[in-house]
Nanobody, 123 residues
Framework: VQLVESGGGSVRAGGSLRLSCVAS????????MGWFRQAPGKEREGAAA???????NYADSVKGRFTISQDNAKNTLYLQMNNLKVEDTAKYYC???????????????????WGQGTQVTVS
């Protein structure tokens, strides 16, 4: 399984970006997928996740500003980020569950497939 992110960049506070993650190599149904981020000197944190049924969950810090979605026909995961804040600056990673469950369960990211990340800088 390969995950390739794109769409990062530099933006002013209050601006928007849309991240994309193209997934390939799956031979089973759509797994739980999500976006994580890691700022320098900080631990990785989950931003948003989506299950195969379309159910979503968000970190409190991004609720109301970020929207996760997926286009199964294109095998692509998106993260629309609006009203960006300086504290959103981080490297953003796409992740996909290795299990066959399809839904997002606690700890699914502990053994996930990961992309290489894309940098988001808000000033």
């Amino acid at each position: 399984v390969q995950l390739v992110e794109s769409g990062g960049g530099s933006v002013r506070a209050g601006g928007s970006l849309r991240l994309s993650c193209v997934a390939s190599g799956y031979t089973y149904r759509q797994p739980c997928m999500g976006w994580f981020r890691q700022a320098p000197g900080k631990e990785r944190e989950g931003a948003a996740a989506i299950g195969s049924d379309g159910s979503t969950n968000y970190a409190d810090s991004v609720k109301g500003r970020f929207t996760i979605s997926q286009d199964n026909a294109k095998n692509t995961l998106y993260l629309q980020m609006n009203n960006l804040k300086v504290e959103d600056t981080a490297k953003y990673y796409c992740a996909a569950d290795r299990s066959l469950r399809g839904y997002c369960y606690s700890g699914w990211d502990k053994s996930a497939f990961w992309g290489q990340g894309t940098q988001v800088t808000v000033s």
